[in-house]
């Protein structure tokens, strides 16, 4: 740990960014806990939660080719802070979402929220590299997953709590608050002098479509840029099912005691448990895989590949669990694939993909990884009200098999591309 309490400590820049995420994250914990309370209360059928999830993530893919755009032709320090004051008041509106007839002002507020959220997180995973020197991107990243993580534990177990006991009103005030803060940590950022009007012609939003000619030209690229999108469209669905297996199979005992409280929902304590267990997985398993791969780029590779066998495996336990530990068990292998392939993805990129093209890399990225992320959640909806939820499961698990054999495939193609002796990648449009 002593590495990464050191860029903590010699890198004021990455600090504030580090700080900023840190109080975010954990409202993001306390919101989705929140709005998966107020969906559970006031419907009662699996396809109203993957509305949920839906709303989260079309106003992603939607949004982002225009958001990259914008993160590489204007200052990102400011998009980071417009986007969180933004959120802050954003949620706030979620107050007044009180019975089944306002449902569709629940769904337009999170629409709302996350258009946002598309337009901060490009631009975020863009100036971590304008702040962080590349030698420590792999840290840099590790943190990240690691600071997200033990947010979605703290945040979930904290949420879960608060969720149960005080009202889903109370965390979305919270949540609010977070952003406010990360608006403030990230206004003390010093980022490098870059003019961004001369990144891109002065074309419009359609500027966006010279991202996608790059990544064309540099299929390696590419390939790495859905990474994420692969291993989200097997994740996604889970997103969905755990919520389901909290309320319904997993329940704790409605009345059991939590520093004093009464905990009138079990099946948000359960979620809250489960989300913890996630934030473990996620946040130590890409330390360790780093701990015993390293930083060099083939190994990089390598660790994307073990992720995504871990990431299938640990969906097939949940498929199997009879009991809380086992489907927690599940969990923590489940995660600890998706946070290896999620972290070392992200340093590849960062790594390769110059300046003037990486807010629409990371966009393009990411519209990917919400377009799979929402078909994954549509189908496990209406697939464990069509089939229940342990075939659902098991489905999605057999789907991590067949895209990581043809990730085993692809992986054998590209290791020449990042040999340590290699020259450098082109970059045909630089």
Not at 66 to 81: E, M, P, Y
Not at 237 to 255: C, P, R, Y
Not at 311 to 326: D, E
Not at 397 to 423: C, D, H, I, N, Q
Request: with cysteine; aromatic share 12%; net charge neutral.
């Amino acid at each position: 740990m002593r590495e990464y309490l050191n860029l903590l400590r010699t890198n004021p820049n990455y600090r504030n960014l580090w700080l900023g995420s840190v109080i975010s994250q954990l409202g993001d914990w306390f919101n989705l806990l929140a709005s998966a309370e107020i969906i559970t209360d006031l419907t009662s059928n699996g396809v109203a939660i993957s509305y949920l999830f839906l709303a989260r993530f079309l106003p992603l893919f939607l949004f982002s080719p225009l958001a990259g755009v914008l993160a590489d032709r204007f200052s990102r320090k400011k998009i980071l802070i417009f986007s969180d004051v933004l959120r802050a008041l954003t949620v706030l509106g979620f107050l007044y979402v009180r019975s089944s007839q306002q449902i569709w002002l629940f769904y337009v507020l999170t629409v709302m929220q996350f258009l946002l959220s598309a337009l901060f997180t490009p631009a975020r995973t863009a100036v971590l590299a304008n702040i962080v020197a590349q030698e420590d991107l792999v840290t840099a990243n590790a943190l990240d997953s690691l600071t997200w993580s033990t947010m979605l534990a703290l945040g979930a177990f904290l949420g879960g709590l608060v969720a149960a006991a005080f009202g889903a009103e109370t965390a979305f005030v919270l949540d609010s608050l977070t952003f406010l803060v990360s608006a403030w940590c990230i206004s003390r950022i010093v980022l490098p002098v870059v003019d961004r009007s001369l990144n891109l012609p002065q074309t419009g939003w359609l500027d966006f479509i010279d991202g996608f000619r790059y990544l064309w030209h540099e299929p390696f690229i590419l390939a790495i840029a859905l990474v994420k999108a692969a291993g989200s469209l097997v994740w996604g669905g889970v997103n969905v099912l755990e919520i389901t297996f909290a309320e319904q199979v997993f329940s704790l005992d409605g009345s059991a005691l939590a520093h004093g409280l009464r905990i009138e929902d079990g099946g948000t304590a359960t979620l809250g448990l489960i989300y913890m267990i996630s934030g473990l997985g996620t946040g130590l398993g890409p330390i360790f895989m780093r701990r015993w791969l390293g930083d060099r780029k083939q190994r990089i590779l390598l660790g994307i590949s073990i992720g995504f066998v871990f990431l299938f495996t640990g969906i097939l336990l949940l498929a199997s669990a009879m009991s809380l530990p086992s489907y927690l068990a599940g969990t923590l292998v489940r995660t600890v694939g998706s946070g290896t392939v999620w972290v070392f993805s992200a340093a590849l990129l960062q790594m390769l993909v110059p300046d003037r093209f990486r807010g629409r890399v990371f966009a393009f990225e990411f519209a990917a990884l919400t377009l799979t992320q929402s078909i994954s959640t549509f189908f496990a909806g209406y697939g464990q009200d069509i089939w229940g939820l342990r075939q659902t499961t098991a489905v999605l698990g057999f789907l991590g098999l067949g895209v990581t054999l043809v990730w085993m495939v692809l992986y054998r193609r590209l290791r020449p591309f990042v040999a340590e002796s290699s020259p450098p990648l082109p970059q045909t449009l630089d």
